[in-house]
């Protein structure tokens, strides 16, 4: 039982490089999410999925790309990689289920350096 | 918006102790979900316990509640008999309800750093 799988788990980028974030879930969960979490900080919303073909901006999604081509798969890109997204991402996902919501899973999170 | 506010950068309690975290949280909503989240050094984001604000009833979790005060926006957690294991940071979240076919946005607070000590 997998739940939410992050890769790469660390990555260290020069400025100006690009990458892809992947996640993917085995849970058939319809909604999808990303989260950076700064030091000493809560987590922040960047992007969303209700479902695949549908993405919304989350609070800080300046920087980042999303696509969801898939039910399981919602990769994370950054293009011009810039010192200020030097964090921690996470993915996370949950169930709609009716008028009732069920709580979000999260995979362990990428560390990202950008020097 | 909603924000979640968490003052209480770092608590330390002794093992078998009981110790209260504080949460706050500012928002126009009636109906919304709160939420707290374990992150131990492992990086994995644990969900702990959450409290549906319709109803009165303070949820609990074996060794941890909550003190849910809907009326002062405060949304306590308190772990009992504390263990060595109960080390880490706890994040509080604030989460609307969601309508059909929308995502479940969570607002966070800037955490608590949880030592537990022998």
């Known amino acids: 039982n997998a739940g939410v799988t992050q890769t790469p788990k660390f990555r260290i980028l020069k400025i100006g490089q690009s990458m892809t974030l992947q996640c993917t879930q085995d849970?058939?969960?319809?909604?999808m999410y990303w989260y950076r979490q700064d030091p000493g900080m809560g987590l922040k919303l960047i992007y969303y999925s209700v479902g695949a073909g549908i993405t919304d901006k989350g609070e800080v999604p300046n920087g980042y790309n999303v696509s969801r081509s898939t039910t399981e798969d919602f990769p994370l890109r950054l293009e011009l990689a810039a010192p200020s997204q030097t964090s921690v991402y996470f993915c996370?996902?949950?169930?709609?289920?009716?008028?009732?919501?069920?709580?979000?899973?999260f995979g362990n999170g990428t560390r990202l350096t950008v020097t | 918006a909603q924000t979640v506010t968490q003052s209480q950068p770092e608590m330390s309690v002794q093992e078998a102790e009981t110790v209260t975290l504080s949460c706050t949280y500012d928002?126009?909503?009636?109906?919304?979900?709160l939420f707290w989240y374990k992150q131990p050094p492992s990086r994995q984001m644990i969900l702990v316990i959450r409290q549906e604000a319709y109803k009165q009833q303070n949820a609990t979790e074996n060794r941890f509640s909550v003190n849910f005060q809907k009326a002062a926006k405060s949304f306590s957690l308190k772990i009992s008999d504390s263990q060595l294991g109960d080390t880490a940071m706890y994040f509080c979240a604030f989460m609307k309800h969601p309508n059909t076919g929308t995502a479940s946005k969570l607002t966070f607070g800037t955490g608590t750093r949880l030592q537990v000590t022998l």
């Open positions: 928002t126009s909503e009636n109906n919304y979900y």
């Open positions: 849970m058939n969960h319809n909604y």
């Open positions: 996370a996902s949950s169930l709609m289920m009716g008028r009732s919501n069920s709580p979000l899973h």
